[in-house]
């Protein structure tokens, strides 16, 4: 099959039969491992949240200019968790969890208890000789 009759039969798929509610699913259209991460946009210049939007993947701010300074700069910012405190703002983005994983890969995560313990064991260890 040549690359255009390939191009117009399998679209990009934008995993629109995931569920938002499920955190972890495949999808039932391309059968990608998807996973739902929520976004928070908020203004760069006074920080309030502002109602986002997402379209081809982008996440971007419904409204052009913060109603709360009047400046178009934004920023987003992924959350954790969908709180009742960020529902009206928060945007799901469905993520090719193979993606994330490239992505994770690059991310040191150091846990401020594993190094608790580790400087305890240091502490601890001449008390044994
Ligand atoms: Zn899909
Ligand atoms: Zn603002």
Not at 15 to 30: F, G, I, M, Q
Not at 55 to 62: A, H, K, M, T
Not at 107 to 127: A, G
Request: net charge positive; hydrophobic share 35%.
């Amino acid at each position: 099959m040549s690359k255009i009759w390939e191009k117009l039969f399998y679209r990009k798929c934008n995993h629109e039969n995931v569920a938002t509610t499920a955190n972890l699913s495949y999808c039932p259209d391309c059968g990608k491992l998807i996973k739902i991460n929520w976004y928070v946009i908020r203004c760069k210049c006074c920080n309030k949240k502002r109602i986002g939007l997402i379209r081809n993947d982008i996440v971007y701010p419904i409204a052009r200019y913060c109603t709360n300074c009047g400046s178009n700069e934004f920023f987003t910012e992924k959350i954790d968790k969908l709180t009742y405190f960020d529902i009206n703002y928060a945007v799901a983005k469905k993520e090719v969890e193979e993606d994330l994983q490239v992505i994770n890969k690059t991310q040191i995560w150091v846990d401020d208890k594993d190094i608790e313990e580790i400087i305890l064991r240091l502490k601890l260890l001449p008390q044994f000789f």
